[in-house]
């Protein structure tokens, strides 16, 4: 996808952001929108690390009040409505059941916790938390007999892969230059801006100038810090890898299940792509240099004996139809053991002050969570203030995200209206194209009148109108990134539809 400004050769831009996942791609949309020019580059494809191997939750963290973090809490829990209606394509409420086990927390401090959940964020739209009796309601009849009583409270569910195209999407809709596969191998002071080397695919390099540097580089912000920057900043961060299973459904209703486990540490079971449950997560420490990881067999055991102690069907590693791992990039608060360590964010600025003011400033992103990207956005443009002279003012929170202006946020309403004005498609198709695209899947629609319109059928709903439309617009480039970043269709479509996608693409 071509942004809207090209590097003229001596221009400088306000923004050089290093690193496409959801804290690059956000601050990429909010300077965007602030009429700031804006460089994004991503090594990879966007969302290819840690931003698409989440647990898919827009959350206030419920286990972080353990652990007195209320204003994170509090900022998360506000984030979960305006995010919901920026987005309500790939946004959406999700009741959470927590069933009670006596000797691992008392009633009483999960009433406390559930009620200071309910208030802290200035619920509006959400309902609230409930007690329920296992034995006379539905969501009860997937657990063991022996769990009697739990609580039901809100959350929400978020296409974490697509809210980070969705982000720079709308940043390059608004201006930004993004560009992926695109390494910075390096970027140095040059009187009052940076100068940085950019090195895209087949070693082609690219010199860049901006005013402003922005490390968002996840898992590797330490390591450009070092070997891209030449800096060491004292802060640094806590790698924590975190694995999940994908099973064959273990529930019906929509309703998701948070398990407590002996070790205090939670997991979340969740309808996932119809048909199956998503379970997650570990926190495992990891020591690694950052790169692809993948989950353990320790790991996988893990999940399995937690859902196990809890559903009357046994879940074991045969039933893994999937898995997935992501690294974490947690800021390093010393904490002992993994699962509390902060999720909270620190952005770190460094000026050069040698001629007595500041100048060509670096902006580092530690740690942070998908639910708050856009409340770190906004604290990152406001920690640039004094840099980005006449840029606008917030505006994010007032805006829908690529998609998402549906009538009233109302999902069901806007895909009824949409499917009956093209009755030759499928259902699943058509719930498919809303989910993935909300209204942008009628431009690309455009024109068809029958599937035949669609052009090649690859298998499996994946047809070639779609593929062009996430290469042309989406910056896909590979198999991959159509069938697990874009969407999950890797879990549905036969092996003989993804090498037939693979062909098609090397040929294009």
Same mark, same amino acid.
């Given at each position: 996808?071509?942004?809207?400004?090209?590097?003229?050769?001596?221009?400088?831009?306000?923004?050089?952001?290093?690193?496409?996942?959801?804290?690059?791609?956000?601050?990429?949309?909010?300077? *965007?929108?602030?009429?700031?020019?804006?460089?994004?580059?991503?090594?990879?494809?966007?969302?290819?690390?840690?931003?698409?191997?989440?647990?898919?939750?827009?959350?206030?963290?419920?286990?972080?009040?353990?652990?007195?973090?209320?204003?994170?809490?509090?900022?998360?829990?506000?984030?979960?409505?305006?995010?919901?209606?920026?987005?309500? @394509?790939?946004?959406?409420?999700?009741?959470?059941?927590?069933? @009670?086990?006596?000797?691992?927390?008392?009633?009483?401090?999960?009433?406390?916790?559930?009620?200071?959940?309910? @208030?802290?964020?200035?619920?509006?739209?959400?309902?609230?938390?409930?007690?329920?009796?296992?034995?006379?309601?539905?969501?009860?009849?997937?657990?063991?007999?022996?769990?009697?009583?739990?609580?039901?409270?809100?959350?929400?569910?978020?296409?974490?892969? %697509?809210?980070?195209?969705?982000?720079?999407?709308?940043?390059?809709?608004?201006?930004?230059?993004?560009?992926?596969?695109? %390494?910075?191998?390096?970027?140095?002071?040059?009187?009052?801006?940076?100068?940085?080397?950019?090195?895209?695919?087949?070693?082609?390099?690219?010199?860049?100038?901006?005013?402003?540097?922005?490390?968002?580089?996840?898992?590797?912000?330490?390591?450009?810090?070092?070997?891209?920057?030449?800096?060491?900043?004292?802060?640094?961060?806590?790698?924590?890898?975190?694995?999940?299973?994908?099973?064959?459904?273990? @529930?019906?209703? *929509?309703?998701?299940?948070?398990?407590?486990?002996?070790?205090?540490?939670?997991?979340?079971?969740?309808?996932?792509?119809?048909?199956?449950?998503?379970?997650?997560?570990?926190?495992?420490?990891?020591?690694?240099?950052?790169?692809?990881?993948?989950?353990?067999?320790?790991?996988?055991?893990?999940?399995?004996?937690?859902?196990? %102690?809890?559903?009357?069907?046994?879940?074991?590693?045969?039933?893994?139809?999937?898995?997935?791992?992501?690294?974490?990039?947690?800021?390093?608060?010393?904490?002992?053991?993994?699962?509390?360590?902060?999720?909270?964010?620190?952005?770190?600025?460094?000026?050069?002050?040698?001629?007595?003011?500041?100048?060509?400033?670096?902006?580092?992103?530690?740690?942070?969570?998908?639910?708050?990207?856009? %409340?770190?956005?906004?604290?990152?443009?406001?920690?640039?203030?004094?840099?980005?002279?006449?840029?606008?003012?917030?505006?994010?929170?007032?805006?829908?995200?690529?998609?998402?202006?549906?009538?009233?946020?109302?999902?069901?309403?806007?895909?009824?209206?949409?499917?009956?004005?093209?009755?030759?498609?499928?259902?699943?198709?058509?719930?498919?194209?809303?989910?993935?695209?909300?209204?942008?899947?009628?431009?690309?629609?455009?024109?068809?009148?029958?599937?035949?319109?669609?052009?090649?059928?690859?298998?499996?709903?994946?047809?070639?109108?779609?593929?062009?439309?996430?290469?042309?617009?989406?910056?896909?480039?590979?198999?991959?990134?159509?069938?697990?970043?874009?969407?999950?269709?890797?879990?549905?479509?036969?092996?003989?539809?993804?090498?037939?996608?693979?062909?098609?693409?090397?040929?294009?």
């Amino acid at each position: 996808m071509a942004s809207v400004k090209k590097n003229a050769g001596n221009e400088v831009y306000d923004l050089l952001i290093v690193g496409g996942g959801i804290s690059g791609a956000g601050i990429a949309r909010d300077a *965007a929108g602030r009429d700031l020019s804006v460089l994004l580059c991503e090594q990879n494809d966007l969302a290819s690390s840690t931003s698409s191997a989440s647990s898919k939750l827009i959350h206030g963290g419920l286990r972080y009040l353990e652990h007195y973090e209320f204003r994170l809490v509090r900022e998360s829990l506000a984030e979960r409505e305006v995010l919901l209606a920026m987005a309500p @394509h790939i946004i959406w409420p999700m009741r959470f059941v927590l069933p @009670h086990q006596r000797h691992l927390r008392p009633a009483w401090m999960i009433r406390l916790g559930l009620f200071l959940y309910d @208030h802290l964020g200035g619920r509006k739209k959400l309902p609230g938390s409930t007690g329920v009796d296992f034995r006379t309601d539905p969501v009860g009849a997937p657990l063991q007999d022996r769990l009697t009583r739990g609580f039901i409270y809100s959350d929400c569910w978020v296409n974490d892969a %697509r809210l980070v195209v969705l982000n720079a999407m709308d940043a390059a809709a608004k201006g930004a230059r993004v560009l992926t596969r695109t %390494r910075c191998i390096g970027a140095r002071r040059v009187g009052d801006h940076w100068q940085a080397t950019l090195e895209g695919e087949g070693g082609r390099r690219e010199t860049v100038r901006a005013r402003i540097l922005v490390n968002a580089a996840g898992p590797w912000v330490s390591q450009f810090l070092e070997n891209g920057i030449g800096l060491n900043r004292g802060k640094g961060l806590r790698l924590i890898k975190g694995s999940h299973i994908v099973v064959p459904r273990l @529930h019906d209703g *929509a309703q998701a299940y948070i398990l407590q486990n002996e070790d205090r540490r939670i997991v979340f079971v969740i309808p996932y792509e119809d048909r199956f449950s998503l379970v997650g997560t570990t926190d495992v420490p990891y020591d690694a240099p950052p790169g692809p990881v993948s989950i353990s067999a320790d790991e996988t055991g893990y999940l399995c004996d937690v859902v196990t %102690r809890y559903f009357k069907r046994p879940t074991g590693p045969s039933d893994v139809v999937w898995s997935y791992a992501g690294v974490r990039p947690l800021y390093d608060d010393a904490a002992d053991d993994a699962s509390t360590v902060t999720r909270d964010y620190v952005l770190d600025l460094d000026e050069d002050r040698s001629s007595g003011i500041g100048r060509a400033p670096l902006l580092s992103v530690f740690g942070g969570k998908i639910t708050i990207y856009r %409340r770190l956005a906004e604290h990152a443009l406001e920690k640039l203030a004094g840099y980005t002279a006449g840029a606008g003012r917030r505006w994010t929170a007032r805006f829908h995200l690529p998609g998402g202006d549906l009538p009233d946020a109302d999902f069901e309403c806007y895909l009824a209206g949409f499917a009956a004005q093209r009755p030759w498609l499928p259902a699943a198709l058509a719930r498919r194209y809303g989910r993935a695209y909300g209204n942008l899947a009628e431009p690309m629609l455009h024109g068809a009148s029958g599937l035949a319109d669609l052009g090649r059928d690859f298998g499996g709903g994946l047809y070639e109108r779609e593929v062009a439309y996430l290469i042309e617009q989406e910056w896909a480039r590979t198999a991959d990134d159509i069938l697990w970043r874009r969407s999950k269709l890797g879990l549905h479509v036969p092996r003989k539809t993804a090498l037939a996608l693979e062909e098609w693409l090397a040929k294009r």
